[in-house]
């Protein structure tokens, strides 16, 4: 099977104080750090070998994660001794990755989706496969007639927009335009789109959050043991 890098190197700012001792994906959520999480839903779909890519506060990642093998995965891992964004990051850990497909996501996603359909879209000239997801609303909708009475509300309901997931599949071609320092959602894609070289697959029926806020901890708190039982 691939191997996959997460990125794992950020300073998490919003979630402070949480990751003034610790970088964000050791943020716990259900008694777990988000890397654990993370680490576990890529075994299950087959995936051991997984490179952290580690900046920010890096020894505490040493220290809770070690080598794997207690999570039943094998650990490597890519330092940045500077902030690299995630185009940086991903050419930094190059030498990790040595398949010809590879695995990346962000080390503050939870998510149950598949990854087969990501490396499915490769080949072909196409070198990057995105997840994407229905954007949800941060508010609760309200409808109202031509004559101003509501008819329903909605809370949170998905939106016809899709977001990037922060999952991607890659074959090492992408190597050729990645930068030393920048982020992959500036510098590569439109590239890639550009020359028809990327493809998008919609994810509808999975459960998908970014973790930037205490908010968003507590939101997944309360369904991540149903999400993964």
Known sequence: MVRAL????GFGKRLAPLT??????????GGKPILQWQI???????IRD??????????????????GSKFGVRLFYSVEEEPLGTGGAIKNAMK???????VVLNGDVITNLSIKPLLDGL?????ASIALVPMRS????????DDGFITEFKEKPLLDYLINAGVYAFTRDVFRYLPDKGDIEVTVFPKLASERR?????????????IDTIKDIEEVERVIKDIFA
């Open 6 to 9: 997460i990125l794992a190197g």
């Open 20 to 29: 003034l001792d610790r970088p964000k994906p050791l943020v716990e959520i």
């Open 40 to 46: 576990e839903w890529l075994s299950r779909q087959g």
């Open 50 to 67: 997984i490179v952290l890519a580690v900046g920010y506060l890096r020894t505490k990642v040493f220290e809770v994660m070690g080598d």
């Open 96 to 102: 990790f990755l040595e398949d010809d497909v590879f």
């Open 123 to 127: 080949g072909g000239g196409i070198i």
């Open 138 to 145: 941060p508010y609760g909708i309200v409808h109202v007639d």
């Open 198 to 210: 990327i493809r998008g697959v919609i994810y509808r029926d999975v459960f998908w959050k970014s």
